[in-house]
């Protein structure tokens, strides 16, 4: 078997492994870097391209996992597009929305780069999807080579990947996945025997807090410090992805309320692509698994964030939650906009509830705060400003934390663990934590175009 990621290998980026097995040729996901634009968003796909990608298996739709698959359908037009029926749903959505954004961005000047792709080559793409049950068999060769998608607890949809060679031999690639209960998607699930070799994500392999904090103790905390906000007459922005963060802090918001935790009459809002998502959340909430299925997104009431300046102020001058995009609070996104009309006033909040890198506005302003720094400067029109509301961090992550991952690990016994998806110095702490928690298995970090045999 033969293994290259194609995506960089310092940093979370573009998630795309190549696998070539037999004589099929197979890409686990086809990412694009959230934090990149133009082509340097895509994976490099030199080292493949004298050869053959069979099938594609996408295993959730977050950009960094999808945002390069019209790329990869025009380098190889006969490959097969296979993912979960949700993912299906979701990847349509987010790719649409993802051109939509790429469009208007060249456009307005925003960026020099033209959109990777247009409407017409998602049409194209679409009918090349072969959408499947979770578990299913999914036939890759005439060899003998399947897989099938294994529920993996990130999200809606989201699964891992297991491989089964036609010498039979087992891969499993991991993708996102938490093993422990979100508030809507209940945990992950891995496979039930050993396997030969493990493809492992590494998001939070760098996160020393995470594995400290039980999800009960934080839910408290996060209700407990919303309430205090609230209760002094402040607004709390909360920035979040809004694919996953977004529906599961909706939810929580939803139960905080039911148990009075905070007033039920405390206006939410939120807004744009995420109210979408919520609606597809809702469609499958009997057809994927959920730790309540009764439960809708939209069960918990929302106001539409208003559009307008006048409308807006009136809504964060009255104490209510803002649950807006994007989670790591990039330059013009809504959450970074009204960051900054938060930040110097001391009766707000900020509360952060999914991964924030260190180099982004959302893990700037987080190291500001613990720092004790006096300000930051979010956006350079408008200079350095004093941080005076409150700025926390919870832990609502839909990765699993850094001794989830060694516990799957050694559940699975592996001969072969190849850690992706991480920065260098998450990968760098797994593997040594690993040398110990499964002694027998080979620990390879591959570089970025880097042909693994194994
Ligand atoms: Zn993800
Ligand atoms: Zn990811």
Same mark, same amino acid.
């Given at each position: 078997?033969?293994f290259i990621s194609l995506g960089r290998d310092n940093d979370i980026g573009a998630s795309c492994h190549y696998l070539r097995v037999g004589n099929v040729g197979i890409t686990l996901d086809a990412g694009a870097d959230p934090n990149e634009e133009g082509p340097r968003s895509l994976p490099d796909f030199t080292p493949i391209l004298n050869r053959r990608v069979?099938?594609?298996?996408?295993?959730?739709?977050?950009?960094?996992?999808?945002?390069?698959?019209?790329?990869?359908?025009?380098?190889?037009?006969?490959?097969?597009?296979?993912?979960?029926?949700?993912?299906?749903?979701?990847?349509?959505?987010?790719?649409?929305?993802?051109?939509?954004?790429?469009?208007?961005?060249?456009?307005?000047?925003?960026?020099?780069?033209?959109?990777?792709?247009?409407?017409?080559?998602?049409?194209?793409?679409?009918?090349?999807?072969?959408?499947?049950?979770?578990?299913?068999?999914?036939?890759?060769?005439?060899?003998?080579?399947?897989?099938?998608?294994?529920?993996?607890?990130?999200?809606?949809?989201?699964?891992?990947?297991?491989?089964?060679?036609?010498?039979?031999?087992?891969?499993?690639?991991?993708?996102?996945?938490?093993?422990?209960?979100?508030?809507?998607?209940?945990?992950?699930?891995?496979?039930?025997?050993?396997?030969?070799?493990?493809?492992?994500?590494?998001?939070?392999?760098?996160?020393?807090?995470?594995?400290? #904090?039980?999800r009960s103790e934080e839910e408290i905390r996060f209700a407990e410090r919303l309430k205090a906000v609230l209760d002094r007459g402040g607004s709390v922005l909360i920035p979040v992805f809004m694919l996953g963060r977004?529906?599961?802090?909706?939810?929580?918001?939803?139960?905080?309320?039911?148990?009075?935790?905070?007033?039920?009459?405390?206006?939410?809002?939120?807004?744009?692509?995420?109210?979408? #998502?919520?609606?597809?959340?809702?469609?499958?909430?009997?057809?994927?698994?959920?730790?309540?299925?009764?439960?809708?997104?939209?069960?918990?009431?929302?106001?539409?964030?208003?559009?307008?300046?006048?409308?807006?102020?009136?809504?964060?001058?009255?104490?209510?939650?803002?649950?807006?995009?994007?989670?790591?609070?990039?330059?013009?996104?809504?959450?970074?906009?009204?960051?900054?009309?938060?930040?110097?006033?001391?009766?707000?909040?900020?509360?952060? #509830?999914?991964?924030?890198?260190?180099?982004?506005?959302?893990?700037?302003?987080?190291?500001?705060?613990?720092?004790?720094?006096?300000?930051?400067?979010?956006?350079?029109?408008?200079?350095?400003?004093?941080?005076?509301?409150?700025?926390?961090?919870?832990?609502?992550?839909?990765?699993?934390?850094?001794?989830?991952?060694?516990?799957?690990?050694?559940?699975?016994?592996?001969?072969?663990?190849?850690?992706?998806?991480?920065?260098?110095?998450?990968?760098?702490?797994?593997?040594?934590?690993?040398?110990?928690?499964?002694?027998?298995?080979?620990?390879?970090?591959?570089?970025?175009?880097?042909?693994?045999?194994?």
């Amino acid at each position: 078997m033969e293994f290259i990621s194609l995506g960089r290998d310092n940093d979370i980026g573009a998630s795309c492994h190549y696998l070539r097995v037999g004589n099929v040729g197979i890409t686990l996901d086809a990412g694009a870097d959230p934090n990149e634009e133009g082509p340097r968003s895509l994976p490099d796909f030199t080292p493949i391209l004298n050869r053959r990608v069979d099938h594609v298996m996408i295993t959730h739709a977050h950009h960094d996992h999808i945002g390069g698959l019209p790329a990869v359908n025009a380098n190889w037009p006969m490959a097969r597009l296979h993912l979960t029926h949700a993912s299906k749903t979701l990847t349509t959505l987010m790719l649409y929305a993802s051109a939509r954004l790429q469009r208007r961005k060249f456009y307005e000047g925003s960026s020099p780069y033209r959109p990777l792709f247009e409407d017409e080559d998602l049409d194209d793409i679409f009918d090349m999807y072969h959408s499947h049950d979770f578990n299913q068999r999914i036939n890759l060769g005439s060899g003998g080579t399947h897989a099938e998608f294994i529920y993996s607890g990130h999200l809606l949809g989201a699964a891992g990947v297991l491989l089964t060679t036609d010498d039979n031999r087992k891969v499993f690639y991991t993708s996102d996945t938490r093993s422990e209960d979100q508030t809507i998607i209940p945990g992950g699930q891995y496979p039930s025997s050993p396997v030969d070799v493990l493809i492992m994500e590494s998001t939070l392999g760098a996160d020393p807090v995470a594995e400290q #904090v039980t999800r009960s103790e934080e839910e408290i905390r996060f209700a407990e410090r919303l309430k205090a906000v609230l209760d002094r007459g402040g607004s709390v922005l909360i920035p979040v992805f809004m694919l996953g963060r977004a529906q599961e802090i909706l939810a929580l918001l939803g139960r905080f309320k039911a148990k009075k935790l905070i007033d039920p009459e405390t206006p939410i809002y939120s807004a744009g692509g995420l109210r979408e #998502v919520s609606k597809i959340y809702d469609d499958y909430r009997e057809s994927s698994p959920r730790i309540d299925p009764d439960f809708r997104v939209y069960s918990v009431e929302q106001r539409r964030f208003p559009r307008t300046h006048k409308a807006r102020a009136r809504a964060l001058n009255q104490p209510g939650i803002h649950v807006l995009a994007s989670g790591m609070m990039i330059e013009n996104t809504l959450s970074h906009l009204i960051a900054m009309e938060l930040l110097e006033h001391e009766q707000h909040a900020i509360f952060f #509830v999914g991964f924030a890198k260190d180099d982004l506005p959302a893990g700037r302003l987080i190291h500001a705060a613990q720092s004790g720094a006096e300000g930051i400067i979010l956006d350079s029109r408008r200079g350095m400003q004093t941080i005076n509301c409150e700025v926390d961090r919870f832990r609502f992550s839909g990765h699993a934390h850094r001794r989830e991952l060694l516990e799957i690990a050694s559940g699975l016994a592996p001969s072969t663990i190849i850690l992706v998806h991480g920065q260098t110095e998450a990968k760098r702490w797994l593997k040594e934590a690993l040398y110990k928690e499964c002694p027998n298995a080979q620990i390879l970090t591959p570089s970025q175009g880097e042909l693994v045999k194994v």
